[in-house]
Structures are given as C-alpha cells and as structure tokens.
C-alpha cells in the first residue's frame, strides 16, 4: 500500500493548489474528490465546443502579482474583462454604474452633468427622509445613489435576489454604491483579469499532472476516513461542520440553481453577462458562456451557443452550498468549529467550504502560496 504525505480531500483550487505545491515540495499526494471529476466550482463542461461553467460564472481577477504569475505559469490567461450589461425591461445600460450608464439613464455627456444629476436625487431622498437616518435597504440606497438609479437598476434586482421588498430588508446590506465618473465598464477594479486559454480544466489539469487522483470518493463514505492509515497529513477542504458530524449544528448556505440551455445560433446576447433587474423576467442573469473565451470572428466560427439562466433559490438539504450565510447564527458557529479545527493535530482546513467563508479564487490561491509545506 502507497503511503502518502498528504491526503488531499477536494481538488478545487484549494487542494488542486497544494497538491502542486507539495508534489513541488518533493511529497507524495492523493486527491479525492466526491464528485465524478475535478476542479470544484471551477470546473466547466464541454458543450458544443463550449465551456459551460457548470457551478456558476468563473471570472479570475486579482491584484496579487505573485497569485498571477503563479496561474500563468500553469495555463495562458485570455484577454476577458468582465463588462456585465443590465437589460431593464428592455433599456439596456452598462455596469458598473460609470458615465456609460449615466448617458444612457439620462443623456449627459460629462462627469459634471452626470454629478450634479446624482447630487439632485440624492438630496430629495435625504429630505423626504426628514433628518431620519435610512430605515431600510430602499431608504439607504436612495440616498446612495437616487431614484433612477435604484428603480431601473438596484430595486428588483435586489428583491429577485433576497426574495424580499426593499423595503423590509436592512439598510447595512448597501453600505456603499460606487459610481464610476469615468466611461469604463470594467466590473472589476483589480491589475490582472481573465480566464484561462482552453477553459479553467486545463488550470486545474495542470495543477494535478503527475498527482495520484480519485473521483467519486466521498472522505466520509470511503476508507479514507481512517486517513492516518494512508497518509501523514490531511488537507481537508470539504464542508467545516460535516467533519465534526454537525456535532454543533448545520451551518446554513445560500445557493443559485441554473437553466442551461443549447441556442441554434452563433450569437444570442453579445455579451457574456447579462443582468436582468427587473420583476418581469423570474432569472437575475443570463450568461452566454462562449463570449468568456471566444472573441470577434471566433463568435461566429463556433455555430451553436449555450446560456445559462441564473435564479436565486433557497437553499434546501442535497442542492449545491454556494456561499456562506453571514448572520450572527451562522458566524457564531462557524466560529466555535473554526475553534474545534484548530484542534485537530496534522489537519489543515481550507478553502470556501472548510472555512465556511467565502473567497474569490485569487485569494484563495494566495492562502496556499503562504503556506510553508512541510
Ligand atoms: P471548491 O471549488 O468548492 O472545491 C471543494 C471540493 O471539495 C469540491 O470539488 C467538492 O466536491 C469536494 N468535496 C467536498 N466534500 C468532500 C468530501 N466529503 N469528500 C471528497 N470531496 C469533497 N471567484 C472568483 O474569483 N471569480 C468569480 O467570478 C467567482 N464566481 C463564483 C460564482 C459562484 C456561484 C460561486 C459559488 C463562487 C464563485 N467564486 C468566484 C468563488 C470560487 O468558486 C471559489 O473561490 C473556489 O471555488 C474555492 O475553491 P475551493 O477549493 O475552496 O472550493
């Protein structure tokens, strides 16, 4: 029987990442992952020559220039920047809110005008508020940003995604609403954006090469639950409150479910994301997967698309726990099993799911880049 250095539960970029860094390190790894193939959430699908990002839209950016050198050096980045699109109820405006949307909401052509029309709705939310400080989401917002911006653009998309009015949800979900003087719809503020060549596979493919790997073995349901028969060390990155069997209680998670679908032509929206903030349409977003790393003619050459629509979903036992639910109920606990993992002699926890806190993939690769393997 092969003795490990490390066992490695999970081969999203988490354990993909230190089982690089450790085979690097001269140890002997094996990854297990439940699922029936690698990566985690950044694992695509191939459909009709396209990669469909299965867990959702997966858009690498960073300011970190070691984490971006790093990603390189296993698979080219493309030249995808993220500039999502809002289609409300048919009036289309750029994000994030920058003087592109600032024309097409009221047709001013300078930073100037496009102030002094926010500063104007701004102060009649601040005066109907009549010295009060915002009671909710809407009061804050409006005073944030304005009545045009917040119904065409903020209102309903906030409400698809809480399933809740504005006006019941609190005013610290919206803390701050920057707004972009500038005519630059480049979602992201970081250095370094894209997506890799031939899809985020091929990063993770590089990432395991020469790395014994297993699918479909569940740590809890397979032998390797009696890891320290195998291996010297457990990198476990699986859910938090499942390896101490919930002995605390569930933590709770949010999701979103996706619609994908296979459209007979070249190209449906023109863009690989587009929001869809208003009621009359029951999905926040469509994303079109191929604009993520088919550029110009490209489009054209690959005859079919696929696109995925988006809704928000509560999350129920068995469906995907995409990101953490960050209430005092759910932050206290995750503490006390934050606690408990310290605990735990040769285990390191990691990642979204061995947290319980969500990451970008960026810093993600960061946590394990600082880490000495021993
Ligand atoms: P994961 O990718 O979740 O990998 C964990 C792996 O562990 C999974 O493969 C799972 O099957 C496996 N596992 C769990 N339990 C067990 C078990 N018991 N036995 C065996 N295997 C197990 N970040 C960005 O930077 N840009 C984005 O645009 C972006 N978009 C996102 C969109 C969505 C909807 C979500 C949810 C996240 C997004 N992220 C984005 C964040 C990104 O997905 C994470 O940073 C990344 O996936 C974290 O990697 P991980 O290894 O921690 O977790």
Redesign the pocket.
Known sequence: MMRYNYLI????????TFAYRAKQAGKKVLV????PQ?????YCENIEGINVHK???????TNNRDVWNFVNSIVEFNRYINCPVANYKGELYNLPFNMNTFYQMWGVTTPKEAQSKIDEQKAEAVAALDGREPQNLEEQALTLVGKDIFEKLIKEYTEKQWGRNCKELPSFIIKRLPVRMMFDNNYFNDKYQGIPVGGYNKLIEGLLEGIDCKTG????HSEYQNWRKYADRLVY???LD?YFDYKLGKLDWRT?SFKTRVEDIPNYQGNAVVNYPSHNKPYTRIIEHKHFEMFGKEVYDCPKTVVSEEYSTEYEEGMEP??PVNDDRNNALAEEYRKLAEKEEDVIF?????LYK???????IEQVLKLSII
């Open positions: 539960v999970g081969s999203g970029l988490y354990g993909a297990i992952d439940k699922r690698f990566g985690g959430n950044v867990y959702g839209a997966h858009i690498f950016h073995v569940d740590f809890f990155t699986g859910a499942e979103v995409y990101y990691g990642g979204r799911l061995g969500y990451f970008d993939m960026a810093p993600v």
